[in-house]
């Protein structure tokens, strides 16, 4: 269904939760962002990885707040050098069903973000496995609605190396914005 500005304020309020690490704290807005479209709010976690999110508070902030959709960022804190990207990939997609199974929302995922500095790891091995596992979440996911890629890179980096500089930060904003109005089928005309 595809709805112009003026027809989607008629409609219910949408609520989009974007759930994640330190990028989410980062984005630059005030949560709730009140859009013509939908309501915003972030539930960010900084240090937030795939096997720890759901024993933060945040997570349990975001499951009462009962969203259409949930954006999930995270991953990027999770790539060490042990990193199976076969498995690793299952882990985030297991993490987004269990979401829409408790909520009732659609989860889409955000790529996982280029670094110039991973931790614990060289920066050669953390681009091979990330590459490798946006590559099999896109393949293993409805790559046009629950896979999506920020298109952000490594020049919208901060100081860093691992967080989104002050431009890079309203991108990624404006991304998930899209990504959403995408996803309902927004035309902003």
């Known amino acids: 269904m595809q709805f112009s500005t003026s027809q989607a304020s008629s409609d219910p309020v949408k609520k989009v939760g974007i759930l994640g690490h330190s990028y989410v704290r980062r984005l630059p807005f005030t949560s709730p962002l009140q859009l013509p479209w939908f309501e915003v709010r972030k539930f960010d976690s900084p240090g937030a990885k795939v096997s720890n999110i759901t024993q933060r508070s945040e997570w349990m902030r975001c499951m009462e707040y009962r969203p259409d959709i949930v954006l999930l960022v995270l991953g990027g ?4 050098v042990d990193t199976k990207p076969y498995e690793f990939s299952h882990k985030i997609k297991d993490l987004a069903l269990m979401i829409e199974e408790l909520t009732g929302a659609d989860c889409l995922i955000l790529s996982i973000e280029p670094r110039l500095q991973p931790q614990d790891i060289s920066l ?7 590459r490798s596992v946006n590559r099999l979440l896109g393949r293993m ?3 046009k609605s629950r896979f999506r890629g920020s298109g952000l890179q490594k020049e919208d980096l901060g100081y860093d190396g691992v967080h989104f500089s002050l431009e890079g930060n309203q991108k990624l904003k404006k991304k998930l914005i899209d990504i959403c ?3 309902w089928g927004i035309n902003d005309v």
């Open 124 to 130: 050669g091995q953390y681009n091979t496995i990330t």
């Open 181 to 183: 109005k995408y996803f």
């Open 141 to 143: 996911l409805d790559s």
């Open 77 to 80: 804190n999770d790539i060490n």
